[in-house]
C-alpha cells in the first residue's frame, strides 16, 4: 500500500496504483494461461479420489525480461494476474443488475489485486489463502509446460533435475501438496514416487524467528478451498508420525511436530502448520543469517533439527551492489574504483578489501568524507522538493528505517530522541556544547498492526513538537518521510552517518538494510541480533557500537518474568528513561490529551516484550560514545572507509552461490558466451 500521514500524525493506507499508467515492460501472453480451481468436493471415481471443483480463475502470465549483470543472459520474471473466465453476465445485466454482472470479474481479480490481503476477518483469511494457491498452481502447472513442452505424458521422475522451488517463508508452502496432487491427480503417479519427487523439488528458508509469521491454517478454511489439498495434507501428516515412530521418537515429540492437528469434540480447532509441512516436505531447511541459522535448530525448529540434522543450513542473505553501491551511490563508487584502480568490485565485491590499506592514507580518507558531505548535500535537496523538508546539512544524519515491530524497537529510539529534547528543555544538556543530529524514521506499518500504528503517531507528533521548538533548532531534528520506498532508500542511505540496528537480540532474522547502510559508508549502532553479529565479525568490532543484551540474557530475563511487570525497575532506576516516558504519558505530544499513548505507556511499564526497557541505558551510553567519536571527523571516516572495505562478504551473488553449492546442488554456472 501506499502510506500518507493525517493531520494527527496516523497512517493512512491507500491503494498503491503502480501499474496506473501504461508501461512497455511486461508482456501479457493469454496464450499461456493456466486454469485455478477452487472449492467443490472429492468424491471415488473407479477407486481414485477425484475432486470436483466450484468455480476457477484464469491465471494470466506477465512476463518481465530481467538482463543479468555482465552475464550475457536475460531471464524471464514470470508474474500472475487472475481473470474470470465469465468476466461479463450480459442477462443480468440486462436485467438493470449492473453491479452483479460484473461481480465474477471483481471476485477473480481481487485474487491478485492486493499482496498479502489484510487476513484479520474470516474473508480476508480466505482471500489470502486463495491468493497463495493461486500463485503456486499457476506456476507449478506452467514449469510442468515449459520443461516438457508438447509432452501429453511427460517422465516427471526427471522434474527435481530441472527446476527447484525455494520456499520463501510459508506463504507458498500449499505447493507441495499441489505438486503432489498433480502428481498422482493429472499424471497418475502412486504417492511414494509422487512423493519422492515432491521432496526433492521443495526447499524452505525460513525469513523469521516470530510465530506470527510460521502460518497455521484452519483445516475447515483449506477444506473448503481446497478439499483434495487437505486430504493429501493429512496423509502427508499421519505418515510423518508413522516415520518418526519408527526412528524411535517419543510420543509426545510425535504430537509436538504434528502437521495437522485433530479437531476437538465440536468439529473445531483443527489446524494445519506451513511451516512444519515445509520442513518435512522439502530436502533442505535454511535460516538467512549465522545466529539466525541457529536460533532455528536450536528453539524454533528444535525438534525437527534433533531428528533430522542434515536438513538445516544457512545462507546469510545479502545485498546487490549494483543497484544499492553503482546505482544509488555514484560518487562513492567512482572514489572506490579510484582507490582500486578497477570497477571489477561491482561483480566480484570482495575486491572491496583492497580499500583497507588506504584506510590509513589521510588523502582518500578526506576523499571519502567529501563524498558522505556531497551526498548529504543531494539528499537535502531532494527532500526539500519532495518532502518539504528543510534539514541542516551540518548535522549527524541519523537513520531508522525498517517496517514497524514492536521487536524492532524504533519506540526505544523515539524514547532516546524524547531524552535529548527532555534534556534541551531543562538544562541537562549544554545546547552550545551538544552534537547537531538530524534524525530519521522511514517505517510502514501492517494495516492491523494497532501498537505500531500508534508508535508511527507518536514518532510524527515528536517530530512535530521538536522541529517547532526554537530551542532545538540546529541542534536537534526529526522527520518522517511518509511512504517508505526504493527512491527514498537510494537516496537516503549514501547520505547516512549513523545507521540504527537496534532489534532484541534473538528476533531479528538477519536484515538486509544493515549490509546496504555499511556498504554506503555509515556506522552502525545495533544488538548482536541478525546479520549485525556477522557485519561485527568482518568490519571489526571497533568499527561497530554494540550495545544491549544478548540472546541468552534475554533468555534469563523472560524466565525470571520481565514481560509481567519486570520493565518498571528499569523505568524507575534511569531518570532518563523516566522523564521520556512520563513526556509521552502526559500529553506532551498529544496536545495534553493523556489518553491518545495510553496504550504504548501501559504496554512499556507492564509487559515491553521486546524488552526496550531493559536495553534504553545501555543505548544511551553507546550513544554517547558515538557522539564522542563523530567529533573526530578523521576517525570517523576511517572507520566508514573500513565498514565498506570488510562488507564485500555481504552481496547477494555470494549467497546466490552459497544457495548453488549449499542447497540446489548445481555448482557454479557458467557465463554465456
Not at 481481487?110 to 493461486?134: M, V, W
Not at 553503482?326 to 566480484?348: F, H, K, V, Y
Not at 562488507?647 to 551473488?653: K, R
Request: proline fraction near 5%; charge should be negative; charged fraction near 25%.
Amino acid at each position: 500500500f501506499k502510506q500518507r500521514f493525517d493531520e494527527q500524525g496516523k497512517q493512512v493506507e491507500t491503494p498503491d496504483y503502480w501499474l496506473s499508467n501504461e508501461e512497455p515492460w511486461g508482456h501479457v501472453d493469454y496464450g499461456r494461461d493456466q486454469r485455478v480451481n477452487f472449492g467443490g468436493k472429492v468424491v471415488e471415481e473407479n477407486g481414485k479420489r477425484v475432486w470436483k471443483p466450484d468455480w476457477a480463475v484464469r491465471a494470466v502470465p506477465v512476463d518481465y525480461m530481467v538482463p543479468g549483470y555482465n552475464s550475457g543472459r536475460v531471464n524471464t520474471l514470470r508474474l500472475w494476474t487472475s481473470k474470470s473466465y465469465d468476466e461479463f453476465d450480459l442477462l443480468t445485466f440486462n436485467k438493470s443488475e449492473y453491479l452483479d454482472a460484473v461481480k465474477p470479474q471483481v471476485e477473480a481479480e481481487n485474487i491478485s489485486k492486493i499482496l498479502y490481503p489484510e487476513d484479520s476477518t474470516p474473508q480476508g483469511k480466505a482471500l489470502r489463502l486463495e491468493q497463495q494457491y493461486f500463485f503456486v498452481a499457476a506456476s507449478i502447472h506452467d514449469a510442468i509446460r515449459v520443461f516438457y513442452p508438447g509432452q501429453d505424458k511427460p517422465d516427471l521422475t526427471t522434474f527435481p533435475s530441472k527446476i527447484n522451488f525455494q520456499l520463501n517463508d510459508t506463504h507458498p508452502v500449499i505447493g507441495i501438496p499441489e505438486l503432489m496432487r498433480v502428481l498422482m491427480d493429472e499424471y497418475g503417479y502412486d504417492w511414494n514416487t509422487a512423493w519422492g519427487i515432491t521432496t526433492k523439488t521443495f526447499n524452505y528458508t525460513c525469513h523469521t524467528l516470530l510465530p506470527e509469521a510460521l502460518e497455521v491454517w484452519p483445516a475447515k478454511l483449506i477444506g473448503e478451498l481446497l478439499p483434495r489439498h487437505l486430504e493429501i495434507i493429512q496423509g502427508i501428516s499421519e505418515q510423518f508420525r508413522n516415520e518418526l515412530r519408527s526412528k524411535g521418537v517419543s510420543e509426545d515429540q510425535v504430537e509436538r511436530m504434528r502437521i495437522a492437528t485433530d479437531a476437538d469434540e465440536n468439529g473445531e480447532g483443527a489446524v494445519v502448520r506451513m511451516a512444519y509441512l515445509a520442513t518435512y516436505g522439502g530436502s533442505y531447511v535454511n535460516g538467512v543469517a549465522e545466529l539466525h541459522s541457529e536460533l532455528l535448530k536450536d528453539v524454533t525448529l528444535k525438534d525437527f533439527s534433533s531428528v533430522y540434522p542434515d536438513k538445516f543450513k544457512n545462507v546469510t542473505n545479502g545485498v546487490t551492489p549494483r543497484r544499492f553501491v553503482r546505482l544509488s551511490n555514484p560518487r562513492m563508487s567512482a572514489l572506490i574504483t579510484e582507490g582500486l584502480g578497477t570497477d571489477a568490485w561491482q561483480g566480484d565485491l570482495e575486491l572491496l578489501e583492497g580499500l583497507k590499506p588506504l584506510a590509513d592514507d589521510p588523502s582518500f580518507v578526506k576523499k571519502f568524507a567529501k563524498v558522505k558531505q556531497e551526498n548529504k548535500l543531494a539528499f537535502v535537496d531532494f527532500a526539500k522538493h519532495k518532502y518539504g523538508f528543510e534539514i541542516n546539512p551540518d548535522t549527524m544524519f541519523n537513520t531508522i528505517v525498517k517496517r514497524l515491530h514492536e521487536y524492532k524497537r524504533q519506540s526505544m529510539k523515539i524514547l532516546q530522541v524524547i531524552s535529548t529534547y527532555a534534556g534541551i528543555k531543562n538544562g541537562t544538556i549544554d545546547v552550545d556544547k551538544m552534537l547537531p543530529r538530524t534524525v530519521f524514521f522511514g517505517a510502514k506499518s501492517a494495516p492491523g498492526y494497532a501498537m505500531a500504528k500508534l508508535t508511527i503517531q507518536l514518532i510524527n507528533n515528536v517530530a512535530r513538537v521538536v522541529n517547532n521548538d526554537p530551542a532545538c533548532k540546529g541542534k536537534l531534528a526529526v522527520f518522517f518521510p511518509e511512504n517508505y520506498n526504493i527512491e527514498l532508500a537510494m537516496n537516503l542511505i549514501p547520505a547516512t552517518d549513523l545507521d540504527e540496528q537496534i532489534s532484541q537480540a534473538g528476533k531479528e532474522a538477519s536484515g538486509t538494510g544493515n549490509m546496504k547502510f555499511a556498504l554506503n559508508g555509515a556506522l552502525t549502532v545495533g544488538t548482536l541480533d541478525g546479520a549485525n553479529v556477522e557485519i561485527r565479525e568482518r568490519v571489526g568490532a571497533e568499527n561497530f557500537f554494540l550495545f544491549g543484551m544478548t540472546v541468552d540474557e534475554v533468555e534469563k530475563l523472560y524466565a525470571e518474568g520481565y514481560d509481567h511487570g519486570g520493565s518498571r525497575k528499569y523505568y524507575e532506576s534511569d531518570p532518563r528513561l523516566k522523564t521520556a516516558v512520563d513526556m509521552v504519558a502526559d500529553g506532551t505530544f498529544s496536545n495534553g490529551d493523556k489518553s491518545v499513548y495510553e496504550p504504548l505507556v501501559n504496554d512499556w511499564l507492564t509487559h515491553d516484550y521486546f524488552m526496550a526497557m531493559a536495553d534504553f541505558s545501555s543505548y544511551m551510553d553507546i550513544q554517547a560514545q558515538i557522539e564522542e567519536t563523530y567529533r573526530d571527523p578523521m576517525k570517523w571516516a576511517r572507520m566508514a572507509v573500513l565498514n565498506v572495505a570488510n562488507s564485500g562478504y555481504f552481496s547477494s551473488d555470494r549467497s546466490i552461490e552459497d544457495y548453488l553449492d549449499r542447497i540446489w546442488h548445481t555448482g557454479a554456472l557458467p557465463t554465456a558466451e
